[in-house]
């Protein structure tokens, strides 16, 4: 059984607070389900099965959380945002056993997030357009993951 951390104030949050009904049981679901790095495979039957709803709601709800997951390219996979940080595991230290586990999972899955990008900064990859990684490259410490969309705002 995985044990997670869960902030208390996200009640308070204001995206939180304006997710529909579903949205948040949703976010909930895929933040318990998914992997060590936050990665979760798609299936909306399951989701369905276990929620107690229709594969549609499913489908409509993820398209309300777009701000707190991205969605993979073919549609199969997702990855929770910040969960590797909300999760206490930065920075990661790739010595740790826990650790290397979620890099390893990093390397599978980023290559499926072409709207998804790592990049080096001083030793870390994350904000900052500077060299993105490509698929299969090993990586030593992630600090964050965040959209192309983002990362051209700041």
Not at 48 to 73: H, M, Q, T
């Amino acid at each position: 059984m995985a044990y997670r951390y869960s902030d208390t104030l996200k009640w308070q949050d204001e995206w939180f607070v304006d997710l529909t009904t579903i949205e948040k049981l949703l976010f909930l679901y895929l933040y318990d389900n998914c992997d060590i790095a936050g990665f979760f495979e798609l299936s909306y039957r399951k989701i369905s099965f276990d929620l107690g709803c229709k594969e549609s709601e499913i489908k409509g709800a993820l398209e309300g959380l777009n701000k707190g997951v991205f969605i993979s390219d073919d549609g199969k996979c997702l990855l929770v945002k910040n969960f590797i940080k909300h999760q206490k595991n930065l920075p990661l230290n790739p010595d740790n056993k826990a650790h290397m586990g979620i890099l390893k999972r990093v390397s599978l899955y980023i290559g499926k997030f072409n709207n998804v990008t790592l990049d080096y900064q001083e030793g870390y990859l994350g904000i900052g357009a500077l060299k993105p990684l490509q698929r299969g490259t090993v990586i030593n410490t992630v600090y964050s993951i965040v959209s192309i969309e983002e990362r051209e705002k700041k």
